[in-house]
């Protein structure tokens, strides 16, 4: 099948968090990315664009199929070194706002605005058993097609939940339970190492990387203890600590 023109409009749109928003839908691009997402959420594809070295590397798939030469699919492509496929599908609607999540505590990300950063903490979240992630909408966009590359397309394994702002984001964990809010702070806290309380019924807020996490009162502030005495770890780095210290907790318990 060949590419409309309309399609091809709407692909290249989807580069944009503009084009995104209109369309309701985002790009999904390289071999692991599109497998999760037919994994995952199949129902929400609408169509798949590849190479013939991309689908000998992917497999067949199902539903509406574009193959394009090399020099085509690059003209389309997120990536200079693109592997030959991307499939663009619908953007998962967030959980509804009275249905409760389903964790121990809630994990969310204030004005993360690296899409590395972001994927990378989606794909860490997922690998501790965690299915939802919260984030305020000073955060990149986390179908952003950079998140999804970096994430694996493993956002389509979990709960995503947008707010406007901490305040927001406090009062809806409020609602559902979770009334304790930890940020995590390069320089002072609790230790997330001893903070007893840290994953019960609580919520975990890593901050942006240039201005960390926004004030929040009665908040309780919790570091990671860094004897090297550097300023601080990269959002993933932090986030990777705080999570896997959660599995420690929960597999020697």
Known sequence: MELTRKLETLLRSLYTRHGRRKSGCCVCEGV?????????RPEL????????????EYGPVSGDLYTLSESRFAEFAGTVNSQGILAVAAIPAPPGEETPPE???????????DPGNFGTICRTLRSTG????????????PYGDKAIRS???VQFALKLR????????????????YDKVFLTDPHQGESCFTAPDLFQ????VIGGEANGVNDLAAARRVTIP????????????????????YVRRLTTA
């Open 32 to 40: 692991r990315a599109v497998g999760e997402l037919f994994a995952r």
């Open 103 to 113: 964790v121990p505590f809630i994990f969310a990300l204030d004005g993360l605005g």
């Open 226 to 245: 860094m004897p090297g005495n550097y300023e601080s770890l990269n959002a993933a780095q932090a986030a990777t600590v705080f999570l896997f210290e």
């Open 162 to 177: 947008c707010f406007e702002n901490l305040e927001a984001l406090r009062a809806a964990a409020a609602r559902f339970g």
């Open 151 to 153: 994430g694996l397309g």
């Open 201 to 204: 019924r609580s919520v975990v």
């Open 130 to 141: 965690l299915d939802e992630l919260w984030y305020t909408k000073g955060s990149i966009d």
């Open 45 to 56: 594809v609408r169509f798949t664009v590849a190479t013939e070295r991309g689908l000998a």
